[in-house]
């Protein structure tokens, strides 16, 4: 499991992604976040409700899409 600290400090929670799935339908066509993806981003939300900072997500896309990275929307 995962051990949050009683009394967590920081400005920011950041996430880094773990992928998508490019084969699996989304709402906006397809690439749906991986298990590990998911799970990264339900525990960040879990942490932001008991500590109130904002998330930072990152993920890098994959590399055979060439559009730049402010193009993409998952």
Do not use: C
């Not at 051990?3 to 749906?32: E, F, K, Q, Y």
């Not at 900072?53 to 060439?66: E, N, Q, V």
């Amino acid at each position: 499991g995962i051990n949050i600290p009683s009394r967590p400090t920081g400005d920011v929670i950041v996430v880094l992604g773990a992928g998508i799935n490019r084969s699996m339908p989304n709402i906006s066509g397809l690439g749906a976040p991986t298990d590990t993806t998911t799970n990264r981003l339900f525990i960040a939300a879990n942490l932001q409700r008991k500590v109130k900072i904002p998330i930072l997500f990152s993920g890098a896309g994959h590399k055979s899409d060439p559009r730049p990275v402010r193009d993409r929307v998952f």
